[in-house]
């Protein structure tokens, strides 16, 4: 469910469309909570995008509504992807945009991570 005053999740987001099938992507990883794939316009030589595969809108619909499994599933999800891309030992970046002032494009939860590089600072400006 989404959060009271944030608008239902629409299923035509690309990431949902994504996640059926119906479009594709360069997929990195995939079990029964995750789903992770390259973004389509890379910000680090590692640039991938970690979602649920649960129809969640943002981190407040997820952090809110999905199971204790679901959470515990894709942050675990999240941490192999990382470790099996060989990112652990440089490190990495993690960060989800949430709502209007975090600029979310696509209304399904998503992390970026981001690694190979020497990231610079947190935010810019
Ligand atoms: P955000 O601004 O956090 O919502 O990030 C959305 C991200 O999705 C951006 O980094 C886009 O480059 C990426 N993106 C949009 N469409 C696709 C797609 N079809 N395949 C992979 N990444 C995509």
């Known amino acids: 469910m989404p959060v009271s005053g944030l608008p ?9 469309r994504i996640l059926r ?9 995939e ?21 649920p595969k649960g129809s969640y809108c943002s981190f407040a619909d997820f952090s809110a509504s999905a199971s204790d499994a679901e959470i515990a599933g894709f942050i675990r999800a999240v941490g192999k992807i ?3 891309l060989g990112l652990e030992a440089p490190g990495y970046r993690l960060l989800a945009n949430m709502g ?18 020497p990231l610079g600072r947190m935010i810019p400006g």
Do not use: C, S
């Open 8 to 16: 239902p999740y629409d299923t035509q987001n690309i990431f949902a």
């Open 21 to 29: 099938g119906e479009i594709p992507a360069g997929k990195v990883y």
């Open 31 to 51: 079990d029964d909570f995750a789903f992770a794939f390259n973004d389509i316009n890379p910000q680090a030589p590692a640039h991938v995008l970690v979602i």
């Open 82 to 84: 990382a470790k099996d």
């Open 100 to 117: 209007e002032h975090a600029g979310q494009e696509v209304p399904h939860f998503h992390v970026h991570l981001f690694g190979g590089r």
